[in-house]
Nanobody, 124 residues
């Protein structure tokens, strides 16, 4: 069973940066298409970035394009989401997700495994 554990959330001021981590256990993340989503209370979970298997073809949501990047440490089986130039509207719970499908997956229903989320709060 694949398990995902996010960490790295916290409170930052606008313009700051955070690096979120997604530790994968039970498998290696290269076997899955991976994604980061975020959700604010009362709204649907929305895509931040999606990456196909082996990190082929990465797609960033327009709202974070140019401010976000992903990387991975294959030895530790950890995927990272680096967010720079944070804005108050980036405040949300961020979720890491894994999909058994091959390509980039943009909707939550296409993901099979989810972490518990890590909260990011950006103050103005």
């Amino acid at each position: 069973q694949v398990q995902l554990v996010e960490s790295g959330g916290g409170s930052v001021q606008a313009g700051g940066s955070l690096r979120l981590s997604c530790a994968v256990s039970g498998s290696t993340f290269t076997e899955y298409a991976m994604g980061w989503f975020r959700q604010v209370p009362g709204k649907d979970r929305v895509l931040v970035v999606a990456s196909g298997k082996n990190f082929v073809n990465t797609y960033f949501a327009e709202s974070v394009k140019g401010r976000a990047s992903i990387s991975r440490d294959s030895a530790k089986n950890i995927m990272y989401l680096q967010m720079d130039g944070l804005k108050p509207e980036d405040s949300a719970v961020y979720y890491c997700a894994a999909s058994r499908w091959f390509g980039t997956q943009s909707v939550p229903d296409d993901y099979h495994y989810w972490g518990q989320g890590t909260r990011v709060t950006v103050s103005s």
